[in-house]
């Protein structure tokens, strides 16, 4: 009898575990609730047990390391939430039958970009094209037989660009995040010309030099750095300043060549699209852009010295610097406080039915008293109100604030909704006990933005780089930066000569935005939100 029921409970229990290893179990759809608050992972790795069929696998003394971990209670499937967990450690993860197994994950390096160049009527190979990532230092030319190769290129997003007199210049996006990455033949389609009729002026336009000089002071800047950068072949510019709405536009023909002696760069710029529009209230709307090449320049000792120290210094600070930091969660050790400033609606100003109601009624009264004109003048006060106000909210944010991992890989959502940033950066921590957001525009504020959204988010890639810039405005520190405080977008300044090497990025945070689409690279930028081309020098197109 007892060997009976002794059987009876062998088989209940194989036919429990056949029933278990039966269950589909994949960490990509297997879900499970889970909270942390400055715990430790080989606590999260119980929880998961707990609440799963799977069993890790792992060195005792690499996880025992990893500490202080924080996750807001959520429902996420395995993968996502082990994802979140490991993205500021070196493991990774991978699931093995029912076990998962956390391993060093395999740091990411630089990679090449290789591709072949043709004509789009008869195929034949194309020489001598320029080929460049777009605000970056890598760059070369086409062989005879139409190929090429960019080695060394930093993992992240960037538009490459194919031009060659004569012919359309081709753009389009690449992905680098692996070992090599080949490009399927690029076709340049002949340039048509059209032959316009020529009129030849006696004398040339009188206000030229005035608009290259209102030009030039907002394309370079005014900065202590623009005093050592200039425009080589001004004569490439079309400038066109309408009086009547007070607008200077202006775009070149082909790049223009920049020689910035501040920071070691020769730069070779595209502008596709230049406008000043001076608005009523006196402030500038500057928005500029286009492909941008970087050239590292040759110097003596005592002269790349002083370019390092002051690319440094251009960095420290900046929009690059600043979401490189969000990613590694390291933007408070670095420097950066940052504050939300909330839209909300303006308590002292009434619905604009009632508003417009009342007015109408006491204009249409018509013999007005004292009390009836200070009435009607009260109501039409209250129209000229704003309809929101921004309000200061006092708490620092955290990562999971500032950096939303997307359906995208390799890009990241900065969320905007309904409110503005305020950024302070202080190298060494001194931050001023009362914080004041009206006086951003004075001549001595270098470390005070407000960041203004126009979109819900706006992505970006792991080097820093908003993929499109026309969602985001500065005031202060950021909206004074231009052409002669950029630099290239794989700029590293930690980097030594050699190969690249970069640890993934750590957001912390899994709010996954299923629907982030990437925008298209846009050529037409915030002058400010050029400073997204916060970069670093090593190769050159002939």
């Known amino acids: 009898m007892r060997q009976y029921r002794f059987a009876s409970v062998l088989i209940i229990f194989a036919f429990q575990f056949f029933l278990l290893a039966a269950k589909a179990q994949d960490i990509n759809t297997d879900k499970i609730t889970l909270g942390l608050n400055d715990e430790s992972l080989e606590g999260a790795i119980k929880k998961i047990e707990g609440q799963s069929a799977f069993r890790f696998f792992y060195r005792e003394a690499e996880v025992k390391a990893v500490m202080h971990l924080s996750l807001n209670p959520e429902t996420r499937t395995i993968a996502q939430t082990l994802a979140v967990l490991l993205q500021n450690t070196s493991l990774c993860f991978k699931q093995v039958d029912n076990h998962i197994l956390l391993e060093h994950k395999e740091l990411l390096t630089a990679c090449d970009i290789k591709g072949m160049v043709v004509t789009s009527i008869d195929n034949l190979p194309l020489p001598n094209a320029s080929v460049f990532l777009s605000n970056a230092t890598i760059g070369t030319i086409t062989a005879d037989d139409g190929t090429f190769s960019l080695p060394g290129v930093k993992p992240g997003k960037y538009e490459l660009i194919i031009s060659l007199v004569g012919f359309e210049t081709h753009l389009q996006t690449v992905d680098a995040d692996s070992r090599s990455i080949s490009i399927p ?45 200039r425009i080589l072949n001004p004569e490439l510019l079309d400038l066109d300043f309408d009086y009547s709405a007070n607008i200077l536009t202006a775009s070149s023909e082909d790049f223009l060549e920049i020689e910035n002696d501040a920071l070691g760069y ?99 009264i018509k013999h007005k008293n004292r009390s009836i004109r200070d009435t009607l003048a009260y109501w039409q006060g209250k129209l000229v109100l704003p309809k929101t106000i921004k309000k200061l909210l006092p708490d620092p944010l955290k990562q999971a604030d500032l950096a939303k991992l997307t359906s995208q890989k390799g890009l990241f959502a900065l969320p905007g909704s309904n ?114 081309a916060a970069k670093e020098a090593r190769t050159a197109v002939n």
């Open 185 to 229: 033949a690029v076709m340049l389609t002949p340039q048509t010309i059209v032959l316009n009729e020529v009129k030849v002026s006696s004398k040339q336009d009188p206000d030229r030099e005035k608009n290259y000089n209102l030009f030039k002071d907002e394309f370079l800047g005014n900065s202590k750095l623009a005093h050592d950068c």
């Open 266 to 364: 020769k730069i070779k710029y595209l502008l596709t699209n230049f406008v000043k529009d001076v608005i009523s209230n006196g402030t500038n709307d500057i928005q500029f852009g286009g492909p941008a090449f970087f050239r590292e320049m040759k110097g003596s000792p005592a002269q790349e010295k002083r370019w390092q120290k002051q690319r440094r210094e251009v960095y420290e600070g900046s929009i690059m610097h600043f979401l490189r930091s969000v990613l590694n969660n390291s933007y408070e050790e670095e420097g950066f406080r940052v504050l939300r400033i909330a839209i909300l609606p303006n308590p002292e100003r009434p619905p604009d039915s009632l508003i417009t109601a009342e007015i109408n009624r006491y204009k249409g």
């Open 419 to 532: 409110c503005s940033l305020y950024v302070v950066f202080s190298k060494n921590h001194h931050f001023p006990s009362k914080v004041r957001i009206d006086n951003l525009n004075e001549p001595g504020n270098d470390n005070r933005t407000i960041v203004n959204f126009d979109a819900p988010y706006v992505l970006f890639d792991k080097n820093g780089c908003v993929m499109d810039p026309t969602c985001l405005s500065f005031e202060g520190a950021w909206g004074k930066s231009r052409v002669a405080d950029l630099l290239p977008v794989d700029y590293d300044p930690d980097a030594e000569f050699g190969s690249v090497v970069v640890h993934p990025p750590a957001v912390t945070e899994n709010a996954l935005l299923p629907n982030a689409s990437q925008p298209s690279v846009a050529n037409t930028a915030k002058s400010q939100d050029t400073l997204k």
